[in-house]
């Protein structure tokens, strides 16, 4: 096979930049079982490390941002990605060293606002809010809150999600898509700046809703890395999320179980026979 035609076989990549879940629900570890869900290279800059499980967070190490930069650096200078997430971000100086890294780049960018996790740990510092909004948020191509990180983003304290779509926007990303998987009303709102979007969602009741937003933000990079419009890439967003969850492993731990965007149960070890 020549160069060309091997390259051209190549699986676009996607870059994660966020922390690991110890537990394997959330985080770096959903990130990239979402990348390889939809045949995307995954690559992970892991800004922090979280002992978590189900049941909550126990303790954050937080890697030096010296570190970060030399990650981003390693990776952006030899795969660089068609399309980057960020996650847990934690703290202001992990934030002003991605943004530096990630300015004047070009590369289309999903910003998940992480905050608090569903057990109530803080994963954003207080005082990391500011620089997230102001370093990062102008880089985005579409950031990706929940309605209660919306909430606290804007100050505004109505579900209406036009509202506080525009609301983002005017913080300056280019486009925010409001999610809502867990409250009474299952519906993914999309403001890009001109139009408002309403993306209803499949809901399933089930505990296992651990690592929704990070497979559905995960989900948003690598569509954007395999070349779908936004609309596009947010539609297959929230229903691989809306899978994931109807995948998901209740009952793995004493908590919310993690969802399952590879469905693993389907699975079964290769035997040598498979061998090709
Ligand atoms: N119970 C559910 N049933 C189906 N889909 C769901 C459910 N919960 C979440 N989702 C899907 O996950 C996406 C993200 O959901 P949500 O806004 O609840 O995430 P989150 O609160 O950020 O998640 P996380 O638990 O990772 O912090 C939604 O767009 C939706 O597609
Ligand atoms: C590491 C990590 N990232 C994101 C979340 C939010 O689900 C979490 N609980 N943990």
Request: net charge negative; glycine share 10%; proline share 6%.
């Amino acid at each position: 096979m020549s160069s060309t035609a091997a390259a051209a076989a190549l699986p676009a990549r996607a870059l994660t930049i966020a922390s690991s879940d110890s537990g394997g629900g959330a985080g770096i570890q959903a990130d990239l079982k979402a990348f390889a869900r939809c045949g995307v290279h995954g690559m992970s800059v892991i800004v922090a490390l979280t002992a978590q499980n189900t049941t909550g967070v126990s303790a954050i190490h937080e890697c030096p941002p010296r570190f970060v930069a030399d990650q981003l650096e390693a990776v952006l200078t030899d795969l660089p990605p068609a399309a980057i997430k960020t996650g847990m971000l934690l703290s202001a100086p992990i934030i002003t060293t991605v943004a530096n890294h990630l300015a004047g780049k070009g590369i289309p960018l999903v910003i998940d606002p992480v905050m608090v996790a569903s057990s109530g740990s803080r994963l954003l510092r207080e005082d990391a809010v500011a620089a997230l909004i102001e370093e990062l948020f102008p880089l985005a191509t579409v950031i990706t809150p929940n309605l209660m990180e919306a909430q606290a983003l804007t100050g505004l304290g109505t579900e209406n999600r036009a509202e506080i779509a525009e609301a983002l926007v005017a913080l300056g990303a280019p486009a925010a898509l409001v999610t809502g998987g867990h409250g009474i009303d299952p519906i993914d709102h999309l403001y890009d700046g001109r139009a408002h979007l309403e993306m209803p969602v499949t809901r399933y009741p089930l505990a296992a809703t651990h690592g929704a937003g990070c497979t559905h933000s995960a989900t948003l990079a690598a569509c954007l890395a395999r070349g779908m419009d936004l609309a596009g890439a947010a539609r297959t967003a929230g229903t691989v999320a809306s899978e994931a969850v109807r995948c998901g492993l209740v009952g793995l731990g004493a908590g919310d179980g993690p969802v399952d965007a590879l469905d693993v149960r389907r699975l079964s070890p290769p035997t040598l026979t498979d061998r090709h």
